[in-house]
């Protein structure tokens, strides 16, 4: 399962590549690591999903580290609209898939630590935070074939048919991801509820 994890986030970094922003890095507030968080789509938009990648450097060596547990954690400038428990790194980046529902200003929290996060219940986390602007998307057409009209006023039928197929490769990179998450994540909680409960 752990390779399935490590495949898919490799390829999924592979095809962002060319997306990706530029890496913001900052030092957690304890100086564990430093945190390199970066999007694909470079400029984040409301509606389409996004990848935000994260990557922890060695604050010594800034070599890549890949024994760091982190939480993730989204805010609007209200309150926090995706939480994502906590889950422990490879050493490479990590990419969390989110999909933005409005433009505006957002920061991504990651809180991080050294030991399991779920087993942290009254010492404060190791935190890092960055600032995500998402901006407004175009609003998706039902049919393909939009009905626009010239300077003469008369109606002009324009094919807006997308013929690329490059979204099925970012579909099904995503809808892995998504799923190799979520049984990593399942399979986390049943050897934890297996080594707390040894007699079952």
């Not at 200003?105 to 600032?131: C, G, H, M, R």
């Not at 399979?187 to 040894?198: D, E, G, M």
């Amino acid at each position: 399962m752990s390779s399935l994890i490590i495949f898919a986030s490799i390829l999924q970094c592979t095809v962002y590549a060319q997306e990706e922003s530029a890496p913001q890095i900052r030092l957690s507030t304890k100086g564990l690591a430093y945190v390199n968080l970066s999007t694909s789509p470079a400029n984040p938009v409301s509606g389409q999903p996004t990848i935000i990648l994260i990557q922890f450097l060695d604050p010594q060596s800034k070599a890549p580290r890949g024994d760091i547990y982190y939480r993730l954690v989204i805010r609007n400038e209200t309150s926090p609209v995706f939480v994502m428990p906590g889950g422990s790194t490879i050493a490479g980046k990590v990419g969390i898939p989110y999909q933005f529902d409005n433009p505006g200003n957002y920061q991504v929290e990651v809180d991080l630590n050294d030991t399991d996060i779920s087993k942290v219940t009254t010492a404060p986390l190791d935190t890092v935070t960055f600032p995500i602007y998402v901006t407004k998307g175009e609003p998706q057409e039902d049919n393909q074939t939009s009905l626009n009209t010239t300077q003469s006023g008369s109606p002009v039928n324009t094919d807006t048919t997308n013929t690329g197929n490059g979204h099925l490769l970012v579909d099904a990179v995503l809808v892995a991801i998504a799923a190799g998450l979520a049984i990593f994540i399942v399979r986390r909680k049943v050897i934890s509820r297996q080594r707390n409960n040894p007699s079952e």
